[in-house]
């Protein structure tokens, strides 16, 4: 059974400082990986997407890269701002067919930017 | 395009009791998924549709919560009757198929709360 770890569970960090936010998984049998956002009160918003065949996928200061074979993946936003202040979630899909479209995700890293 | 709707936003019951949530999901969209979030956790699959069938309910507690998709366009998820730990975001996603590189598109959620 597929389980998902996000360490911390919560950060704080000054406005301008880069961050760092951690995925782990216990089954490299992946499709892909997902980094979600989500803001208090609303769903998820999907921020970054990698295949399994990938190393890192990046869009405008997000950048996340993927370890397959050690089961870790690592959300990476550089400079950050308080607008950046929300809960991240990482979320792995199975490669089996039979699995279909199913997301397991961990539990979130609630992250606040202080300006 | 219009995203996944969701409704009502918030629901307040005393335990025992049954509510019912509703999902209307983007156009087009075979696959709905509706998911349990407790406060600090991520998201959990209950049941997954293609179209108005079932392809995944095997977390669903099946003797209290109930779901359909009736025409394979909306659906409604019910609990009867709630416990306590019932409390949760029940949110609500729908993807074009069931394929794994097809992403899920979710709505804001119904936060209830159970007394």
């Known amino acids: 059974k597929q389980e998902v770890t996000q360490i911390p569970a919560a950060l704080s960090v000054p406005e301008g400082e880069n961050l760092v936010l951690n995925c782990s998984f216990t089954d490299s049998a992946i499709y892909n990986l997902q980094w979600f956002r989500q803001d208090p009160g609303k769903g998820l918003t999907s921020l970054l997407l990698?295949?399994?065949?990938?190393r890192e996928q990046t869009s405008g200061r997000l950048n996340a890269s993927l370890d397959k074979s050690s089961g870790r993946s690592t959300l990476y936003i550089a400079a950050s701002q308080p607008g950046d202040s929300a809960t991240y979630l990482c979320?792995?899909?199975?490669?089996?067919?039979?699995?279909?479209?199913?997301?397991?995700f961990g539990g979130g890293t609630r992250v606040l930017v202080k300006p | 395009e219009a995203g996944v709707a969701q409704s009502p936003r918030y629901k307040i019951i005393e335990k025992r009791q049954s509510v019912a949530f509703w999902c209307n999901p983007i156009s087009g969209h075979a696959t709905l998924y509706w998911y349990q979030q407790i406060l600090g956790q991520g998201p959990k699959l209950l049941i997954q549709f293609q179209n108005n069938g079932v392809v995944d309910d095997s977390q669903l507690p099946k003797d209290r919560f109930s779901a359909e998709r009736l025409k394979g366009v909306d659906s409604t998820l019910k609990i009867q009757p709630a416990k306590l730990e019932d409390s949760a975001v029940y949110l609500c996603?729908?993807?074009?198929?069931?394929?794994?590189?097809?992403?899920?598109?979710f709505g804001d959620g119904t936060r209830l709360s159970i007394l």
């Open positions: 990698i295949q399994s065949s990938q």
């Open positions: 979320a792995v899909r199975p490669i089996f067919k039979a699995a279909g479209n199913k997301l397991t």
């Open positions: 996603a729908s993807s074009l198929g069931h394929r794994s590189n097809q992403p899920q598109h």
